[in-house]
């Protein structure tokens, strides 16, 4: 007869056994649901959580299935960072997607890669990268770098323009994306004619815009993603009957600009830097876009009135992790770090994404696309002319 | 220039209509609530929304979004100052108001949502007025309608008397058998339908924004400060030179400075005439 000892031993092996394999794998979403930036976080929010649903529909991670830990930080980087420290230390998360703001990504990157956290970007601020300090920080939406340089490639190069006018707003990221898109301007040999930051309620541009052309800018380059903003540039444009072209940041073609307009026309003749994989070609999206906008649309009562890349990067998000744990065959982040590191053209919704060790940021230049403003449909735009 | 000193007077004109709501409330009660700026919002959000979604003409939606100013007004007396007057000498108002106001935002960015949204135009006119446009000239018409109506109340109705009664001196206007309760609530009321009016007035210039009533308290604030506690002209005065001062202030030296020099200003206003430059002075026997 076993003794009790030997009994309870193998009894507690099985028990760890059952439970390791209905272990589910905790991955933390931290997401700015509500407060001023959750228009991206909801949108973002959708991808992820279809995400989630494919990957345990198709048996988990590794056989776990995904528990999907939603915080909303409500665009503070100070809940945000709590609640990171709370994922990590409360629920025990190896993976973390997101904050959605560059701002509060500044304060959780440090704290989640020095806890070991595998910790996916998605903000755009270049800083929010580096393998050397954050060696478990992987990106996958692009660089505010190749936001302003596709967009200075089409003003400059494209529509041919040299006498630039870039209004910034006077948040972190207003100033800070004003300053990179002069910088790199100057690379192009180009010097602004006119330069400001506007505070992104200022209620009348008509100063700022009266001097832009006073300036003799031939293009205006908004450099904010205050919605109130993007709009009143637009109205202003339009109500002085200056005709120049506007080119900048994706929020001058987001879908609440439209309703914020005085006339629907004054959308037109704006272009804003967008992406291969939500522009249409030839009628047509991509493949794998026009797959998961099938299945998601359906879900959104037949229509998508949210730009359809923020569902992409979240979708993408999610199943990256998934990507490199099973090639990993592992759960361990440092594993699957080295699995990243070593990806090249990973097929995401998105974008097709590369990491190497020194070179973190995924999102391939070649993904990236001016789209005109005015042709919003289902989330996707058509390409601005060529 | 032109552009920047109407711009100007504008923003300045609802900076002032709200230092007024301001004054109204503290006339009353001896509270600053900080609730003043989110009953802007609301009568913003209020017009927009019932003109928008529900289709109503503009001279249908202006008394619905006076009156949900003036329901605010109300549930903030009710909720955030009677209760805490009654049981505290202390500045508790200060939380309570403000967690009212805390509450009353994100209550609006969750159903309204975040993005600003459209105001629709109240009179028939060209987007291409430049600056005889009305987005300008509507907040200014109201401060100076909303200053006019206020001398009247006070100098010539009796409810206006038992305001000034009750704001002198609460304890004497009870022993003459004012009941200071009801005062106080009419006066929110007021204030909050002042908000409300002072909100869908300076819609096209603001939009109907869930994060406007922050910067409208703060404003507000800054301009009751300047111009004088208690007083309609400095409130008048405080906001418009507070809304001038922003503008010339983002003309001249760009918009990252804009908040500076506002507040710049009421620090060197206050350390020279700490009681507002219409503000009566204090006294204090010894």
Not at chain 1, 163 to 183: L, P, Q, R
Not at chain 1, 283 to 295: F, I, S, W
Request: charged letters at 15%; proline letters at 5%.
């Amino acid at each position: 007869m076993r003794s009790p000892l030997g009994l309870a031993a193998a009894l507690s092996f099985v028990l760890a056994t059952a439970a390791e394999a209905d272990d589910v794998v905790r991955i933390g979403w931290l997401s700015s649901l509500t407060g001023p930036l959750s228009s991206a976080a909801i949108a973002e929010n959708q991808g992820v959580r279809y995400a989630v649903d494919e990957i345990n529909k198709s048996g988990g991670i590794l056989g776990h299935p995904v528990e999907l830990l939603t915080r909303d930080t409500a665009g503070d980087p100070v809940k945000a960072v709590n609640m990171a420290q709370q994922l990590v230390f409360s629920d025990n998360v190896k993976f973390v997607i997101g904050p959605v703001n560059s701002g509060e990504s500044l304060a959780t990157v440090p704290a989640l890669s020095k806890a070991g956290v595998l910790n996916i970007v998605i903000g755009s601020l270049e800083q929010l990268t580096d393998p050397a300090k954050y060696p478990l920080a992987f990106r996958t939406i692009n660089t505010n770098t190749q936001w302003i340089s596709t967009a200075n490639r089409y003003a400059i190069d494209t529509l041919k323009r040299s006498k630039v006018a870039i209004i910034g707003d006077t948040s972190g990221y207003g100033a800070s994306s004003a300053k990179t898109a002069e910088a790199l301007l100057k690379q192009m040999g180009v010097t602004p004619v006119y330069s400001v930051l506007i505070d992104a309620n200022k209620t009348d541009l008509s100063d700022e815009l009266n001097k832009a052309k006073a300036a003799g800018a031939d293009v205006v380059m908004p450099w904010t993603a205050a919605t109130g903003l993007c709009a009143r540039i637009l109205n202003t444009r339009g109500d002085m009957g200056w005709n120049v072209p506007i080119v900048g940041h994706p929020a001058v073609m987001a879908l609440p600009i439209k309703a914020l307009l005085n006339k629907s026309e004054y959308w037109k003749n704006v272009y804003a830097s967008g992406y291969v994989s939500t522009t249409f070609q030839d009628g047509k999206l991509p493949e794998r876009t026009q797959a998961l906008v099938d299945v998601i649309k359906p879900a959104l009562g037949g229509k998508i009135d949210f730009t359809f890349w923020w569902v992409a990067l979240g979708y993408d998000s999610m199943k990256v992790i998934a990507y490199g744990a099973e090639q990993a065959k592992s759960l361990d982040p440092d594993k699957i770090k080295t699995v990243l590191e070593h990806t090249s053209n990973y097929p995401g919704v998105y974008g097709a994404y590369s990491w190497t060790p020194e070179q973190h940021n995924g999102f391939p230049d070649s993904g990236m696309r001016m789209n005109a403003a005015d042709t919003f449909q289902d989330g996707s735009y058509q390409p601005a002319p060529y | 220039m032109w552009p920047v000193i109407v711009s100007g007077l504008a923003v300045g004109a609802s900076y002032a209509t709200t230092a007024l709501a301001y004054n109204l409330m503290f006339s009353t009660s001896k509270v600053l609530s900080v609730t003043t700026g989110q009953i802007v919002m609301l009568g913003a959000v209020a017009g927009a929304w019932l003109m928008n979604s529900l289709g109503w003409p503009a001279l249908l939606a202006l008394p619905g979004a006076i009156l949900v100013g003036a329901a605010f007004g109300a549930l903030t007396e009710w909720v955030a100052v009677r209760r805490v007057l009654k049981r505290s000498d202390e500045h508790l108002w200060i939380l309570s108001t403000l967690a009212l106001a805390t509450m009353t935002q994100q209550a609006v960015a969750l159903v309204w949502g975040t993005e600003p949204r459209p105001f629709p135009r109240l009179l028939p006119q060209s987007f291409e007025a430049g600056i005889a446009d009305q987005k300008f000239w509507l907040p200014i018409g109201v401060m100076i309608a909303a200053v006019a109506a206020l001398e009247g109340f006070y100098r010539r109705t009796m409810w206006g008397k038992l305001f000034q009664a009750t704001s002198e001196d609460p304890f004497a206007a009870e022993a003459r058998g004012v009941d200071t309760g009801r005062v106080r609530m009419l006066s929110y009321v007021l204030a909050g339908a002042l908000g409300g009016l002072s909100g869908f007035a300076a819609g096209e210039l603001t939009f109907a924004y869930f994060a406007l009533g922050l910067s409208m308290t703060l404003n507000g604030f800054i301009a009751i400060a300047v111009g004088g506690l208690g007083s309609s002209v400095g409130a008048v005065a405080g906001g418009l030179a507070l809304g001038l001062l922003g503008a010339f202030a983002t003309y001249l030296f760009g918009g990252a400075f804009q908040q500076t020099i506002a507040v710049g200003a009421l620090m060197v206003v206050l350390l020279i005439r700490p009681e507002g430059l219409f503000g009566a002075r204090g006294m204090r026997a010894v």
